[in-house]
DNA sequence: CTGAAAGCGCTAACAG
DNA sequence: CTGTTAGCGCTTTCAG
């Protein structure tokens, strides 16, 4: 691989003045800059960013920490981060963390060993406070953070709950479900909330047979609708806890003639791509993952420019309500 | 960000000592070593991995080049190319393309910049013979490689094609039509091929007005089985181009109370996630994403040991037929 | 405008 | 076993 020696030595001049020449520095001829520009391009040169960024003590490169790639909320915000890192002339190093903690641990030590200049992290777990601090780099989480000084980006879960629970009884359903998801789960906790909340402020009564909690998957959805059906006073709507659930739910109605709406509203949380298809065309709130990653980029810029001192950003990204056929 | 030195310097010894300890060398007493270790954690030393590279001319990093990060497909090699590489050591640059030749030939350079050992690319567009060879780098294309010498990974469309066939044949479809993507796509033609040749060999007729290209989307497919169904003599299966085409075909078929299977065999290709859901249940021929992820930094890694020699690997990927409720 | 020289943090001979 | 020293390829003073 040929080096700026290599340039100065066949165009007789100091290596230092084609480093200059190169970086479009001023203190230089234009006579010897465009010789040399033109000498760079004919031998192939490509400067080493390596050593550039030993010296310049700056990487222009980021970290994206998710736990899964190929899911598709993290695949669009991969893209999301991705395209904005790029805009602002940052490489980005994608990890994935497999939703091991220790994992998580172990890539955030390489990241910082590769000194990138900042992290975007969607944790796996719970952090302990404190221990992402100490990493000493600008970052920003997808997640409530903790007591410490850290920035984070999240989805206003109580906004989107509320418009769900809004948007159903709007269109007159009186008995509505909620499908949550795992119980102890944020996300899950802070919707279960603004679905009693806006029960009673509807005058409808909360009742308790018609909570339920679980997987955010396909199976638990179809089997708790089930469960649902069962009672002597079945529900007439459900807000579940994501697509899949309620793409579950969707499927025991299919399947038991159930007419969606007519019988039983549905209404989804994510909008992940399937909800949208028109074999499924499922009602629900969508979580803008473009605004996420965006506005997490944004923030990890902001971080940089501080850094050592942290911005300390609190940004809730406002979900979008998606009718589609299912209410 | 504390350096080799500050450690040489508390401990007392020479900075080239505590570059051996920390790696482990033998020729360090190991009670200097474990001082220094020790030291080193209190100190929250963390090696620089960029000084590393640079002497060491190497920098554990490959670069993974695709066109759309949030594409499911490509999102499913990422994470299994992540993870492979992970295994061997290597950490990943993701870079996308957005489907954009400029683009591509822009991240090329900036990964070469870098320095990684070694790239894997989906080619945005066909590529001329040459220019990619000229980036002395080892790479592995998701591609048929042109007449150079790079490696690639494909899957085996002519086989998809063939179980996809046989499956419709052996379970007595007789008028099965083509559904196909885009025209000039490669796979579009490889595929097409061996349609008819399963026809052929089947003893059925190969009927032309069966036979219709367009685009690997829903509406493509919907729009496409319309005309079908009002030939004079429809076909009473398809064998479509992609997924999307085959579930937009299946959208026509509930929306005209066509019996999916009875009346109508539908298969798709490329096994999407929404495919195995309940509500679509899509018999369908895999690519499987893992295998070509998994093979194309297997190939990668034999390139990166032989470079500057070209292992010139010609990989075919066998397909799987999913069996399940469309025919 | 250009060259000489120092140094980014680290590894790896080469001497002791 | 340990220290000294020379670079890896580049940017950036500091002198001319």
Chains 1, 2 share one sequence.
Request: hydrophobic content about 40%; glycine content about 6%; charged content about 20%.
């Amino acid at each position: 691989m040929i080096t700026i020696k290599d340039l100065a030595e066949k165009a007789g001049v100091s290596y230092a003045t084609v480093s200059r020449a190169l970086n479009g520095r001023a203190e230089v001829s234009e006579t010897t800059r465009a010789r040399i520009i033109a000498l760079a391009q004919e031998m192939g040169y490509q400067p080493n960013a390596v050593a550039r960024s030993l010296v310049s003590q700056k990487s222009s490169t980021i970290a994206l920490i998710v736990p899964d790639v190929s899911n598709l909320f993290f695949a669009d915000i991969t893209m999301t981060v991705h395209k904005a890192a790029d805009d602002h002339g940052y490489t980005t190093m994608v990890c994935n963390t497999s939703w091991d903690p220790a994992k998580e641990q172990e890539k955030l030590k390489i990241m910082v060993q590769q000194r990138v200049e900042g992290i975007i992290l969607k944790p796996t777990a719970f952090i302990k406070p404190g221990i992402l601090e100490a990493l000493s780099l600008p970052l920003v989480l997808f997640w409530h953070a903790m007591d410490d000084n850290l920035s984070y980006v999240e989805v206003d879960h109580a906004a989107g709950a509320q418009m769900a629970m809004h948007h159903l009884i709007e269109k007159g359903y009186k008995r509505i479900a909620y499908l949550g998801g795992v119980e102890t789960s944020p996300s899950n906790q802070i919707r279960q909330m603004s679905y009693q909340k806006a029960l009673q402020e509807a005058g409808l009564p909360v009742d308790p047979r018609l909570i339920s909690y679980g997987s955010f998957s396909l199976e638990s959805g179809f089997k708790r609708l089930g469960s649902l059906m069962r009672l002597e006073q079945p529900p007439d709507a459900l807000f579940c806890g994501s697509d899949l659930i309620a793409m579950g739910a969707l499927q025991y109605a299919r399947n038991h003639n159930l007419s969606v709406p007519g019988d039983l509203g549905i209404i989804g949380f994510d909008d992940v791509a399937c909800a949208s298809l028109p074999l499924v065309n499922l009602t629900t709130i969508e979580q803008p993952r473009d605004e996420l990653g965006e506005a997490a980029l944004k923030a990890l810029l902001d971080e940089i420019s501080v850094f050592p001192k942290r911005t300390k950003q609190r940004i809730l990204i406002k979900p979008k309500l998606k009718i589609r056929s299912t209410t």
